[in-house]
């Protein structure tokens, strides 16, 4: 594990799909006064990861500091509001380019099973279409996540995040050219199931952010072999808006 920093609040940094270690960003939180953390949190693929392998990095961050938040990008996202439905102990939760529902595993098994487990059981999960092909190079995904939510529809209620069960904050951060999922309506419907259950979320947007966000401080990323959206200046404009609700958790 990457642990930087030694301030009251602790982050666990979740990536995405790619599943680095967030070492630049867990610095930029560091240097914010938070002691932040990040690992590889699945193997070559994410398939039926148990959600209680994410409890000891959770203890470890929670025996050191006074606050706990998640911080997760994209399918990191999806587990951190898996997790703070999940953990009372967490006082907040920052999903960057979020899903509200359980997507398949990103393994090439079939029949496809689900991205998670909880007590040895798999949760209900949003199947991929086989069939779909990218007509875009580098490759949108947007559509396809469109076509599976509309194509599944029979799916979608079981494989909903709980997020009213979150006690903790939550913000949710979405930009409004995201081409990998449609991640501003899944953040809406994060806000809106939350504010039906009588909790406040927090939704960070902007229209021309991709994906990928970069926090003030942050070193741009590389260009992907997949289509994300946004164009640079739009992705650090987003950051820079969800900055301040970042500061303001580290400070409790």
Do not use: K, N
Not at 49 to 58: A, I, K, M, N, T
Not at 78 to 88: D, K, T, V
Not at 161 to 190: C, K, M, Q, T
């Amino acid at each position: 594990m990457h642990l930087v920093g030694d301030g009251p609040t602790g982050v666990l940094v979740l990536s995405g799909s790619s599943g680095r270690v967030e070492v630049d960003r867990c610095r930029v939180l560091a240097e914010a006064g938070a002691t932040a953390a990040s690992y590889r949190w699945f193997g070559e693929v994410l398939d039926r990861l148990p959600l209680e392998s994410f409890d000891e990095p959770l203890a470890l961050l929670h025996e050191r500091c006074d606050r706990l938040v998640v911080l997760g990008t994209s399918r990191g996202a999806e587990a951190a509001l898996l997790l703070g439905a999940r953990h009372p102990e967490i006082d907040a939760v920052v999903a960057i380019s979020p899903s509200d529902v359980v997507w398949a595993a990103l393994g090439e098994a079939r029949p496809q099973r689900s991205s998670w487990t909880s007590g040895g059981e798999p949760l209900p999960f949003v199947p991929y279409d086989d069939a779909w092909v990218a007509e875009t190079d580098p490759p949108e995904y947007l559509e396809h996540y469109e076509h599976c939510l509309a194509a599944y529809a029979d799916r979608v209620p079981a494989a909903r995040i709980p997020v009213e069960r979150i006690a903790g904050e939550v913000v949710v951060v979405a930009g409004g050219d995201d081409r990998l999922w449609p991640s501003v309506e899944f953040a809406e419907a994060v806000v809106r199931r939350r504010a039906a259950a009588g909790l406040p979320t927090t939704l960070v947007s902007h229209p021309e952010a991709g994906h990928r966000v970069v926090l003030p401080g942050e070193t741009p990323p590389a260009p992907s072999h997949l289509a994300h959206g946004g164009t640079p200046e739009a992705d650090a404009a987003l950051g820079r808006l969800l900055w301040p609700h970042v500061r303001r958790l580290l400070s409790g």
